[in-house]
């Protein structure tokens, strides 16, 4: 089984004058079911990190493996099938659609990917309750606490069980209680299968993780930590 | 359709969950979606309402023309060219004193007959009886005419009979007068067999006849009508000359389709000396009038539609835009779900085009109401063609459509990053 991301010299410089090397020639593997944290100072490159890892952007040199699949070769059609099967992405801002139920909020990330219409509301409902959010169904977001949106907002990302879920400073908009109550909701789903990669730069959301990649001025350095067994 | 790299299905978006999003989208936004429908509604309203409103007007003129005006010719005296009569004294009228015998031989009139107004000295009283105390009137209408002309006017009878040749030709004092003028006079129809009589500035006139209503001429309004020759032993000879309002003039019915042919020949067959001297009025072709009702009217109105239909497409331009530029994350997102920038773009312009559609839609209502309200009103037929007032909401479709098709553009040009970081 390949890992699910595997970096081979990925890089990312944004066109100038003068250009920026946001992140420079990487290279990194990351196994199924593991759990890792990328850790850096703001402008260090974590978030061009985010964007490749999640399909957004497209790198500049090197390639990024996706279950094995080299994606700089991809399309936008297969990067955008990528995107909606393969990847559950989780943003500091939460992104919900104001005006939507949580569930309808769930529901949309099965709307583009082909999933049969009577598929998608109980998957929804499933994914809803995996976060305990099981009695919020007819939520709208201002409605819900900010804890509970990011739950909403995870119920999203896991619904279409991806290979990686990829979290871009999940705890950044949540109070010290709701970011621990957070962590370990990704704890749990980390032991259920999901390969799961959270971007911070809080050190109490990294120490969740089993492995520590910093990041600084656009350079990976070492992984931390044991990889996954 | 699989995707052949990745294994995983194409993304994509059916239609039935592209108009789902149309309507979420719509609805979460309810006074939005009203105010940017307004143009449309307008622009559609006022596109059916003035194709409605021309229909059922030229539908109602070409009714009455039919009917009425397409058979009936008048012929006007204009007076001799060289005017020798004595001053203060009128010339003899143009038309011969067989006129109406004359009219008739003319293949296609149904009845002719010469009339005309008879001009009374300013204050002269038309009363019931000689007392004083009668009731009298001044707006009465006095009418010379000729037992043709009666025939012709096709008076609908309530009591008596119609002014005959006889009294004509005898200068009889008899006279017919409408139900109204009766009523104001106090001659009620059950009395006709007394013979009431109505003094003219003294002069009686024995009622032999009560009419309700008029085909021509005396249409709607009070009149008195006397024989020919007894107005002109009576009062003289009318004015002659076209618009002198007094002149006399021969009305002619005619069956219908005959008005032209009978319009060519009358004047040449009324005074064969001096044919010009006569005018004749021939009705106006119907498919002519409608069509000038249709060009200049119509034409107008519908220029004043577009022009609402083109601001109705750039206000839902412009919302859509706005709504665009204010739902970036939510095109981020959508992206980082899966959705295809075409799949963004669809949903923009399904979003615009059922705004559109709905704008069409209440709009063709509004249009066809006015329409209905206005023939019930005027209690006239509703005249609305099936074959632009069903299809009418499409034109709001098309507009949408069309004012989406920049904004749904620019929406699946928007990265996924700005979009996202944009929140």
Redesign the interface.
């Known amino acids: 089984m390949p890992p699910v991301i595997e970096l081979r010299g990925l890089a990312r410089t944004y066109p100038g004058p003068p250009p920026v090397p946001a992140l420079r020639p990487a290279n990194l593997v990351i196994e199924a079911g593991d759990y890792v944290a990328v850790t850096g100072p703001s402008g260090s490159g974590k978030s061009t990190l985010v964007h490749l890892l999640g399909l957004l952007d497209a790198p500049t040199g090197g390639s990024y493996l996706l279950d094995g699949l080299d994606t700089a070769t991809l399309g936008d059609r297969d990067r955008s099938a990528l995107r909606g099967r393969r990847i559950g992405l989780v943003f500091q801002a939460f992104h919900l659609l104001p005006y939507r139920t949580a569930l309808e909020n769930v529901l949309l990330a099965g709307l583009y990917n082909s999933t049969p219409r009577s598929e998608r509301i109980p998957a929804a409902v499933d994914a809803l309750r995996s976060v305990g959010l099981g009695h919020r169904l007819d939520a709208v977001p201002t409605t819900l606490s900010g804890g509970e949106c990011q739950r909403v907002a995870i119920a999203r990302a896991l619904v279409n069980r991806p290979s990686l879920l990829l979290c871009d400073e999940p705890t950044g908009n949540l109070d010290s209680g709701n970011a621990a109550t957070l962590m370990e909701l990704l704890d749990r789903l980390n032991e259920t299968g999901f390969t799961v990669v959270v971007i911070t730069h809080d050190a109490a959301v990294a120490s969740h993780a089993r492995g520590t990649i910093a990041i600084s001025d656009g350079i990976i350095s070492e992984r931390t930590g044991a990889a996954h067994a | 359709m699989p995707?052949?790299?990745?294994g995983?299905?194409?993304?994509?978006?059916s239609a039935?969950?592209a108009a789902a999003?149309a309507v979420?989208g719509i609805v979460?936004?309810p006074g939005r979606a009203v105010l940017t429908m307004l143009g449309t509604v307008l622009g559609v309203g006022a596109f059916v309402g003035v194709l409605g409103l021309t229909a059922t007007g030229a539908g109602q003129i070409s009714h009455q023309f039919t009917v009425l005006q397409q058979t009936t010719v008048t012929v006007e005296d204009n007076g001799p060219a060289n005017n020798v009569a004595p001053p203060s004294t009128n010339p003899p009228i143009g038309f011969p004193a067989n006129a109406d015998t004359v009219a008739s031989h003319i293949t296609g009139v149904v009845a002719a007959g010469v009339w005309w107004p008879v001009s009374l000295p300013d204050g002269t009283k038309f009363t019931g009886s000689l007392a004083l105390s009668a009731s009298s009137s001044q707006t009465i209408t006095l009418l010379a005419a000729s037992p043709g002309a009666v025939r012709a006017l096709g008076l609908k009878l309530v009591a008596g009979s119609p002014l005959t040749t006889y009294e004509n030709n005898t200068s009889q004092h008899v006279a017919m007068i409408d139900t109204g003028t009766a009523a104001q006079l106090g001659i009620s129809p059950a009395r006709l067999a007394s013979q009431p009589a109505i003094f003219v500035g003294g002069l009686p006139y024995t009622v032999v006849g009560i009419y309700s209503s008029a085909q021509r001429i005396v249409t709607g309004e009070s009149a008195m009508l006397i024989p020919e020759h007894t107005a002109l032993a009576d009062f003289g000879n009318p004015l002659p000359g076209i618009g002198n309002q007094d002149e006399a003039q021969m009305v002619i019915a005619t069956r219908i389709g005959a008005a032209k042919a009978v319009a060519r020949q009358i004047a040449a067959a009324e005074l064969p000396s001096d044919p010009a001297r006569l005018a004749v009025t021939s009705p106006p072709n119907p498919q002519n009038l409608q069509s000038e009702v249709k060009s200049d009217l119509a034409g107008l109105f519908l220029i004043l539609a577009l022009i609402t239909l083109l601001i109705g497409a750039v206000g839902i331009a412009n919302t859509t835009l706005v709504a665009v530029l204010e739902r970036t994350?939510?095109i981020?997102?959508?992206?980082?779900?899966?959705?295809?920038?075409r799949?963004i773009a669809a949903q923009f312009l399904a979003e615009s085009t059922a705004l559109g559609t709905l704008g069409g839609l209440i709009g063709t209502c509004i249009g066809v109401g006015t329409v209905v309200i206005f023939a019930l009103a005027k209690d006239w037929t509703a005249v609305l063609n099936p074959a632009y007032t069903l299809p009418a909401p499409l034109i709001g479709s098309a507009v949408g459509f069309l004012a989406g098709a920049y904004p749904a553009l620019r929406a699946a040009r928007t990265s996924?990053?700005a979009a996202?970081r944009s929140?």
């Open positions: 995707s052949s790299r990745t995983l299905p194409a993304p994509r978006l039935r969950d999003e979420a979460q936004r994350a939510e981020g997102l959508r992206r980082a779900v899966g959705a295809r920038p799949h996924p990053l996202l929140a």
